[in-house]
């Protein structure tokens, strides 16, 4: 197995939006914002080379939108998806299979794109089989007011529409070993209904695709938490568990949205879990 850091873009968010009730005085420490309040997010998405298959996990924005959807989110950068395959060898036809966190717009953009004559969206990997839970699809295609302008039906539809959608098994636990993809997921409700954290045995350690989960370095103290999440004080419960766990048994964290920081680690402090050290992909797996 192979693993491959795609970045597939950077956009801008709120940050009072990303912190919830955390004061500005507080989190622009770690995340500094421009002159309309906004933050760095990055969209960085992983790649599993494992035997035939290659599995993209998340695909960013995507480019399908029209400029006033971009205009609110502010793209910027040179990152893409393609440019990214291209470093290491491979084209979006390769992928095998593309697994979805969730189905938030960027999470799930980037998986549908439009034709050459821009008449009808197709898929974005045609060979590939795209991954989410019949809990969490069922939410995004039925969804509640607070969510209805992130789970975009341009980037759901399609997906079922072209026959290529597969959902992974759901068990009792929040942690379960998916055999259809070869790794854990850990399943967390307080973003949105059955968000799934990719837990990834790698070089003998644990890789943790954090997704929602842990958007920044700066939201790891607990009570950081989203105002875009749909139920704050599980998402803290959630936090607390998996954070302690991953202090314990010194996960490597796959940071998606941190803009600046691509892998940390998390330790116990006195006042709780902190940032233990930041690190580049290659400082760690390909030094």
Same mark, same amino acid.
């Given at each position: 197995?192979?693993?491959?850091?795609?970045?597939?873009?950077?956009?801008?968010?709120?940050?009072?939006?990303?912190?919830?009730?955390?004061p500005?005085?507080?989190?622009?420490?770690t995340?500094?914002?421009?002159?309309?309040n906004?933050?760095?997010?990055?969209m960085?998405?992983?790649l599993?080379?494992?035997?035939?298959?290659?599995?993209?996990?998340?695909t960013?924005?995507?480019?399908?939108?029209?400029?006033?959807?971009?205009?609110?989110?502010s793209?910027?950068?040179d990152?893409?998806?393609?440019?990214?395959?291209?470093?290491?060898?491979?084209?979006?036809?390769?992928?095998?299979?593309?697994?979805?966190t969730h189905?938030?717009?960027?999470?799930? $953009?980037g998986?549908?794109?439009?034709n050459?004559?821009?008449?009808?969206?197709?898929?974005?990997?045609?060979?590939?089989?795209?991954?989410?839970?019949?809990?969490?699809?069922?939410?995004?295609?039925?969804?509640?007011p607070?969510?209805?302008?992130?789970?975009?039906?341009?980037?759901?539809?399609?997906?079922?529409?072209? $026959?290529?959608l597969?959902?992974?098994?759901?068990?009792g636990?929040?942690?379960?070993?998916?055999?259809?993809?070869?790794?854990?997921?850990?399943?967390?409700?307080?973003?949105?209904e059955?968000?799934m954290?990719?837990?990834?045995?790698y070089? $003998?350690?644990?890789?943790v695709?954090?997704?929602?989960?842990?958007?920044?370095?700066?939201?790891?103290?607990?009570?950081?938490?989203?105002?875009?999440?749909?139920?704050?004080l599980?998402t803290?419960?959630?936090?607390?568990?998996?954070?302690?766990?991953?202090?314990?048994?010194?996960?490597?964290?796959?940071?998606?949205?941190?803009?600046?920081?691509?892998?940390?680690?998390?330790?116990q402090?006195?006042? $709780?879990?902190?940032?233990?050290?930041?690190?580049?992909f290659?400082?760690?797996?390909?030094?």
């Amino acid at each position: 197995m192979t693993l491959y850091p795609i970045e597939s873009g950077n956009f801008m968010l709120d940050g009072g939006a990303m912190f919830g009730v955390v004061p500005k005085a507080i989190w622009q420490r770690t995340n500094p914002a421009d002159a309309t309040n906004k933050i760095d997010i990055g969209m960085r998405c992983l790649l599993i080379e494992d035997g035939d298959r290659l599995i993209l996990i998340d695909t960013g924005l995507g480019d399908k939108q029209d400029d006033k959807f971009f205009s609110h989110v502010s793209p910027w950068g040179d990152f893409t998806t393609d440019l990214s395959l291209a470093k290491y060898g491979f084209h979006r036809d390769d992928i095998t299979d593309v697994f979805l966190t969730h189905l938030h717009f960027d999470h799930v $953009g980037g998986a549908i794109q439009w034709n050459k004559d821009r008449t009808f969206l197709e898929p974005a990997f045609k060979n590939a089989t795209f991954w989410s839970n019949a809990n969490h699809w069922q939410w995004a295609t039925e969804p509640n007011p607070r969510e209805k302008a992130s789970f975009l039906t341009e980037n759901i539809n399609p997906i079922q529409e072209s $026959g290529q959608l597969k959902f992974v098994s759901i068990s009792g636990n929040q942690k379960a070993q998916t055999s259809e993809l070869g790794f854990g997921i850990f399943f967390a409700d307080g973003h949105t209904e059955k968000q799934m954290i990719p837990m990834i045995q790698y070089k $003998g350690k644990t890789v943790v695709f954090m997704a929602d989960l842990l958007p920044t370095i700066g939201h790891i103290p607990l009570p950081y938490i989203m105002g875009y999440d749909t139920r704050p004080l599980l998402t803290m419960s959630e936090k607390e568990l998996f954070l302690n766990e991953a202090a314990k048994n010194e996960y490597i964290l796959f940071m998606q949205h941190d803009a600046h920081n691509e892998l940390c680690t998390v330790q116990q402090t006195g006042k $709780g879990i902190r940032l233990k050290e930041t690190y580049t992909f290659n400082q760690i797996f390909n030094s």
